[in-house]
């Protein structure tokens, strides 16, 4: 499949296929270029992407479909299957729930999801509707087709028999949509003979012969000399005869203006087939015959992808565990045959200083930390205008903010990226990648859908064109590549389960991708299979799930993917998870951390007494936030741990913090982990507002210290090993037992038996705080002679908390 996040590259220039034809006309500018390299299955109210530095987004509407095409996907111009609109009240005008009368002096119905039969659409118009995918102008583009060279050219694929009159191939106009003929329209005859080309201001329909379509892919294209005032057609290369001269111009501004592909303005003489790669040019991009181009998307190289050790707990459970080298931390049993009386138990982290203060201005709460090749400690998040920001720190404690030589940017000098991403992504290194993508950032882009931005350093970002997940994020997304799988995952928030009082009920879902710079394939629900999902899932109003923010936004995500991070039985009423901070844990295998931000809603759910707290009275808001903590061996599948909060709200640094947003990721520094989070005074929503309160702090965890398994005070525990083999001659721990607890470490053979001179009891005590403390018994530390046999390791343990373990080979020192 082609990769239309590659199209931007070649946008602009390229015109290589037709080198011979346009050798005399250097200045061609591509102006709009749609590659209809969506996921198939896409959904109407979603976008269709511009893949020029322009960005002429499109909505795509219930005329179209995304399907496989000549080049990759294509637009196929078929009527969708209707829904039942759920009609609304209120305020659903905003979503196209309401059906509308036409506007005082206006004949034409405002567009709602009861009309919304266009194939493809961009409008600076239907403002009723929430619009959110960041439309332009079409009268202020090039598109605007008038007094200059210019060229239009597309791939169709369809016959003429499929039509019952003339078809529009497209039409622009000043607007308001559907009540004048302020109009540039290109219509295709009924028997596909000929095109007309209708450009009201300069008051001309301009004949042009043509080719009639076959059900084969033909190209057919447009270029217009405006010193001569000819319009030359080509069908496959081939030069048509030539229509008239005509000067033509552009149509005035509109504060409605409106492009409409593949039908008029009303949505009439709809063009049937499929078109794929529909491109406009400033500058003629043919002035002779030629051959018909190659697809202007670029094939994005492939990479090797760095492949980590297979998963530990993912083959036969009859089978020993080839535990070898690895470090084992204990955030789970995975590994325990028998946990006796231990249990495991979270660990907070130390709460340190406030590193960023005097916060003035927007500051999004959802931070990003990460460490760059140099050493020097990274914070993103997002700032006004939802523009990514980035604060710097050699030590961890002092972040400035850098001038990254992108100029001054409503005041600021550390802006990376000037789109609208809205934090909504975490900017994480990728080894792997090429160098001029080793940064990467995956996160939602003008609310339209996920994309993917690179960058060889982190400072200089470029979006690559197309979507790659055609669904709105409610939150920050957090995505990581996971080498023991090969492959990235990403997790991105979802709205569409509901409380148990009928309020959302906030879920995640989880993606894989194989690479991240192509558009994810999904399987699309139908309106009845949305119903019968309805018996299994608590499924909020309105379904099918895409018309929840209208048919000019796209919707979020659904039941498309699978759902984690879900409430358990154990969580109050109503208490749902705002979002995740995912990560693989860099310094053992098998080892998956997340923090989910647990948010108590004070509104609607639980008793009267609960709900009155978001009473304004009580001048707090819509309730806290603190965040908690999860484990997993692959990803995918989590335990969270509910209590204690690992991040909870309360005194710090001499303030009182009612919400706690863990930044996502973490660095190393020695035998410590630092991680950083958001704090702010006021609740969510709040009543009274103290921007004054908000900071960044550092915490400080352990080396794998995150949960541990922990033995009781009072009498000792043992705990068994599942069968394993390991690698090297020598056991470390990273364990601690205060100065009263201890730990004894034995080995039981094949046969369940203990290992003569090295079982518990001839374990000498292990008693301190160790992050890798060698074992050690009474006939010595040489483990050498059970390397490779299938054993199992006793932990005997009182008052002690055991964080990991590792073998290792004393030569080499091969510990994480």
Known sequence: MKSGTWGALLAALVVTACAQSTAQNSEIETVALWLFDEPVGLYPSSAIDDNSEYDMVLSIGMGAQIVAGHYGHSLLLEDREPFDVPEGEENFELYGFVRMPPADGRTTEPLTWFNADFAALMTSGENHLRKEVGFKNPTESGMNLGAFDWSFEFWYSGSASDRDSDAVVFELGSGPRGENNVVTQLRWSEDGASFSLHNQPSATTLLIPSSSPTKAWRHYAFAYDAAEQQLRHYVDGKLQPLPDVAKLAALPHGDEAYFSLGRDGSWAHPLRGALDEVRFSRGQVYTAEFEPPESFAVQPEPVARVAGPPLLFDGDASQALQLGTRKHVFIDAALLEDQGDAKFVVNPPRRAERVIDNIEGPFRKHLTVVESDDGVIRIYNSVEDDHLAVYTSTDGVNFKRPDVGHGDINGNRNIVIPDNVGGLGNPFWDPQAPEDERWKYFTDYERRGIYLYTSADGYDWKRHRTVVLPFRSGTQSSTFYDNQRQRYVSYHRSGIFHTPAGDTQRSSVVTEHE?????????????????????????????????????????????????????IPEDPPGVDFYLTKATKYAWAPDTYIAFPVGYFHYENDGPITRQILGDEKFQRGSGPLESQVSVSRNGIDWHRYPDPAYVGIGRHEGRDVKTAYIAHGMVRRGEE??????????????????????????????????????????????????????????????????????????????????????????????????????????????????????????????????????????????RE
């Not at 099918?544 to 984690?564: A, I, K, V």
């Not at 068994?720 to 080995?747: C, E, H, I």
């Not at 046999?789 to 343990?797: A, D, H, I, P, S």
Request: a negative charge.
């Open 515 to 567: 690479d991240l710079r192509v558009a994810a394939p999904f399987t699309a629900l139908s309106p009845g299979d949305y119903r019968d999902l309805r018996d299994d899932f608590p499924l909020r109003e309105p379904l099918p799930w895409f018309s929840d923010n209208g048919p000019l936004t796209p919707g979020g995500f659904g039941m498309e993917y699978p759902h984690r991070f879900d409430p």
């Open 673 to 814: 982990i630092w991680q950083y989070y958001f704090g702010e005074t006021q609740y969510h929503s709040a009543h009274v507002k103290d921007e004054a309160g908000r900071g960044v702090y550092r915490l400080v965890q352990r080396l794998d210290g995150f949960v541990s398994l922990d033995s009781p005070y009072g009498h000792e525990t043992t705990a068994v090993t599942k069968p394993l083999v390991f690698s090297g001659d020598r056991l470390q721990l990273n364990v601690d037992t205060d100065a009263v607890g201890y730990m004894q470490v034995g080995f039981l053979d094949a046969q369940g038996e203990p290992i003569e001179g090295f079982s518990v009891d001839d374990c000498i005590y292990v008693n301190g705080d160790f992050i890798a403390g060698e074992v050690e018994w009474l006939n010595g530390k040489d483990l050498s002679a059970f390397e490779g046999r299938t054993v199992q390791v006793v932990l005997r343990m009182r008052g002690a908390k055991l964080y990991a373990m590792q073998f290792v080979d004393s030569e080499t020192d091969n």
